[in-house]
Nanobody, 124 residues
Framework: QLQLVESGGGSVQAGGSLRLSCAAS????????AGWFRQAPGKAREFVAA????????IYADSVKGRFTISRDNDKNTVYLQMNSLKPEDTAVYYC?????????????????WGQGTQVTVSS
């Protein structure tokens, strides 16, 4: 079983930056594609970014393209989400997820493993 634990959330002002981390344990993380999703109060969980097992390919939601960067360090079993130029609409609980496939997908239902989430709050 793969376990995922997010960290790095917090409160920042608009225009600020945060870096989220997702630490994996339990299985060889380098064989899993990973993604970040977020969920604001009263809204459905939405895709943010995803990365292949090797880190060679990434995809982003249009709303974060150019501001967020997903990366991974398989030696540390960790996936990161660098978030710059944050906006109040980025406020949400951010979740790390993983799936045992090389295909990058944006639908939450295709991810088998999830972390507990970390809160990001951006004030104007």
């Amino acid at each position: 079983q793969l376990q995922l634990v997010e960290s790095g959330g917090g409160s920042v002002q608009a225009g600020g930056s945060l870096r989220l981390s997702c630490a994996a344990s339990g299985r060889t993380f380098s064989t899993y594609s990973a993604g970040w999703f977020r969920q604001a109060p009263g809204k459905a969980r939405e895709f943010v970014a995803a990365i292949t097992w090797s880190g060679g390919s990434t995809i982003y939601a249009d709303s974060v393209k150019g501001r967020f960067t997903i990366s991974r360090d398989n030696d540390k079993n960790t996936v990161y989400l660098q978030m710059n130029s944050l906006k109040p609409e980025d406020t949400a609980v951010y979740y790390c997820a993983a799936r045992a496939s090389a295909t990058l997908l944006t639908v939450p239902a295709y991810y088998s493993y999830w972390g507990q989430g970390t809160q990001v709050t951006v004030s104007s």
